[in-house]
């Protein structure tokens, strides 16, 4: 499985950011199991946020620890250097 993504620094913290559907984002429980889903099998202990992008271009919504989403809420997500990862699943 594919996905968007970047691992960065901000204020000093190493965070990783995956974006996912809007809808994700929207939906908390959805979003907690998401979020933990990638932090177990590919980002580990790196704090880690899910950016849910929106096709209508409504702006950036964040999910992840509250701390996090404040500070990167005031960052322009085109700073960010976007990769695609490459997720193993099990068969």
């Known amino acids: 499985m594919q996905f ?4 960065t620094r901000v204020n ?3 965070i990783a950011i995956v974006v ?4 994700v984002v929207d939906d908390p429980l959805t979003a907690g199991r998401v979020l933990a ?11 880690t946020v899910l950016f849910g992008r ?6 950036p919504q964040y999910f ?3 701390e ?5 809420s005031g960052i322009d997500p085109r700073r960010f250097r976007w990769h695609r990862y490459t997720r193993k699943t099990k068969a």
């Open 12 to 14: 000093d913290k190493r």
């Open 20 to 23: 996912v559907d809007a809808g």
């Open 68 to 72: 996090l989403v404040a500070e990167l």
């Open 37 to 47: 889903s990638y932090q177990k099998t590919v980002f580990g202990k790196t704090p």
């Open 64 to 66: 992840g620890p509250a």
């Open 4 to 7: 968007e993504g970047t691992v």
């Open 54 to 59: 929106s096709a209508g271009g409504s702006g």
